[in-house]
């Protein structure tokens, strides 16, 4: 009976002595699993960091585009009111209606 109590109490040591259980090992490749895959989600999810440089990057890019825009916007609201009845510029009307209309006066000459 001590021969088989001391066998049993050497596999156990035996066991413990060649590494951890296999419980032990699955919980570990689980929690790098998770780990990998949340770092993962972090860079290059929908809310990561690439993502969030592609938008900062798009949001330059369109307030580049906005002040473009606002500078045309006042340059046509200039040239409107220009032309106004309140206000008009003969010059600016004479300039209109050369490239527009394609007129000219009686004293000038065109040459191709």
Same mark, same amino acid.
């Given at each position: 009976?001590?021969?088989?109590?001391?066998?049993?109490?050497?596999?156990?040591? !035996?066991?413990?002595?060649?590494?951890?259980? #296999?419980?032990?090992?699955?919980?570990? +490749?689980? &929690?790098? $699993? =998770?780990? @990998?895959?949340f770092?993962?989600? !972090?860079?290059?999810?929908?809310?990561?960091? #690439?993502?969030?440089?592609?938008?900062? +990057?798009? &949001?330059? $890019? =369109?307030? @580049?585009?906005?002040?473009?825009l606002?500078?045309?916007?006042?340059?046509?609201?200039?040239?409107?009111?220009?032309?106004?009845?309140?206000?008009?510029? =003969?010059?600016?009307?004479?300039?209109?209606?050369?490239?527009?209309?394609?007129?000219?006066r009686?004293?000038e000459?065109?040459?191709?």
């Amino acid at each position: 009976m001590r021969q088989k109590a001391q066998i049993r109490s050497m596999s156990r040591t !035996a066991r413990r002595a060649a590494g951890p259980s #296999f419980g032990v090992l699955v919980y570990l +490749a689980l &929690a790098f $699993a =998770l780990g @990998v895959y949340f770092t993962f989600a !972090a860079v290059q999810g929908d809310f990561g960091l #690439f993502r969030r440089v592609e938008v900062s +990057a798009k &949001a330059q $890019a =369109l307030k @580049v585009d906005l002040a473009r825009l606002e500078g045309q916007i006042a340059a046509m609201e200039n040239l409107t009111r220009r032309m106004s009845d309140d206000f008009l510029d =003969l010059d600016l009307l004479d300039q209109q209606a050369r490239s527009i209309l394609g007129l000219l006066r009686s004293d000038e000459i065109v040459l191709r």
